[in-house]
């Protein structure tokens, strides 16, 4: 079955820009969209953004600013790039798969730990 | 911004009835999805589109609407039961979360 894989540095100093990647195993990141949502410690969850295999995104505005996702279809990767990191981005960070046949997002990575911290 | 309403927790004894909701501006238009997610553990979804189980999703976990108000009932709580509960939606092309319920098991 469909499975993901985020990767990241763990640790970090701010201003530093993070750079993430989901790695799918099992199936085609080809007609899907993936998403980057993120849950600081003890809180809830934030999406950060979304892509579609064409490259098409949408971020989330209080985002925008620092946010990049992009994807890798020969590697079948997506990738999240995030600048000017502080204490506030310390979270989980989880990619998860938009079914393909309702809008709900069926299929979630792990998640990657970051903490920021000088 | 579009906003979504969970009370931050809920308390059902052992083989009661939990229901958890969600209130959002003319909700029952939406596509409303809820996760589970137990401590240290990525989310799961239990419930898509107001009302349907993803397969393997046990059939004491239902979904419904009500004026502005999504609920998730879970019938015979079990221990295992006990998590987070997040509601979500997409509204103009963006992903909302509820801010999650604490579902304890008494």
């Known amino acids: 079955q469909v499975q993901l894989q985020e990767s990241g540095p763990g640790l970090m100093k701010p201003s530093e820009t993070l750079s993430l990647t989901c790695t799918v195993s099992g199936g085609s990141i080809s007609s899907y969209f993936w998403s980057w949502i993120r849950q600081p410690p003890g809180k809830g969850l934030e999406w950060i953004g979304y892509?579609?295999?064409?490259?098409?995104?949408n971020y989330n505005p209080s985002l925008k600013s620092r946010v990049t996702i992009s994807v890798d279809t020969s590697k079948n990767q997506v990738s999240l790039k995030l600048s000017a990191v502080t204490a506030a981005d310390t979270a989980v960070y989880y990619c998860a798969r938009r079914s393909g046949s309702n809008d709900a997002f069926d299929i979630w990575g792990q998640g990657t730990m970051l903490t920021v911290s000088s | 911004s579009y906003e979504l309403t969970q009370p931050l927790s809920v308390s059902v004894a052992l083989g009661q009835t939990a229901r958890i909701t969600c209130g959002g501006n003319?909700?029952?238009?939406?596509?409303v999805h809820w996760y589970q997610q137990k401590p240290g553990q990525a989310p799961v979804l239990v419930i898509y589109n107001g009302s349907k189980r993803p397969s393997g999703i046990p059939e004491r976990l239902s979904g419904s609407y009500s004026g502005y108000t999504a609920t998730l009932t879970i019938s015979g709580a079990q221990a295992g039961d006990e998590a987070d509960y997040y509601c979500q939606v997409w509204d103009s092309s963006r992903v909302v979360f509820g801010g999650g319920t604490k579902l304890t098991v008494l």
């Open positions: 892509i579609y295999y064409t490259g098409n995104s």
């Open positions: 003319n909700i029952g238009s939406k596509n």
